[in-house]
Nanobody, 121 residues
Framework: QVQLVESGGGLVQAGGSLKLSCAAH????????MAWYRQAPGKSRELVGH???????YYAESMKGRVTLSRINANDTITLQLNSLKPEDTAVYYC???????????????WGQGIQVTVAS
């Protein structure tokens, strides 16, 4: 059974930091591009950043300089370091794993259940 388990969320004051973790279970972790998304109240889901199989990162422009994605392959885990948090960062943060289509197999995608990050003003 594939499972993405997020942890590390919670309540933080504006300007503070949080570190989120996503532990993957039941998949071949090294074959997946991993990502963090978030969805704020009343808004669509948006990409925070993703990290490739070989550790290259991409960040949404609005997040650059405030977030760091890391991949810990030995532990089948990715982390998201969030710094200088703002109230508008309040959202449910989702871990995503995606494997491209190969041969006759379709693309594979899995989502965590999400974890709340609340930034108080």
């Amino acid at each position: 059974q594939v499972q993405l388990v997020e942890s590390g969320g919670g309540l933080v004051q504006a300007g503070g930091s949080l570190k989120l973790s996503c532990a993957a279970h039941g998949l071949i972790f090294s074959l997946y591009r991993m990502a963090w998304y978030r969805q704020a109240p009343g808004k669509s889901r948006e990409l925070v950043g993703h990290i490739t199989l070989d550790g290259n990162t991409y960040y949404a422009e609005s997040m650059k300089g405030r977030v760091t994605l890391s991949r810990i392959n030995a532990n089948d885990t990715i982390t998201l370091q969030l710094n200088s948090l703002k109230p508008e960062d309040t959202a449910v943060y989702y871990c995503e794993a995606k494997r491209p289509a190969w041969g006759s197999h379709p693309e594979l995608e899995h989502w965590g259940q999400g974890i709340q990050v609340t930034v108080a003003s």
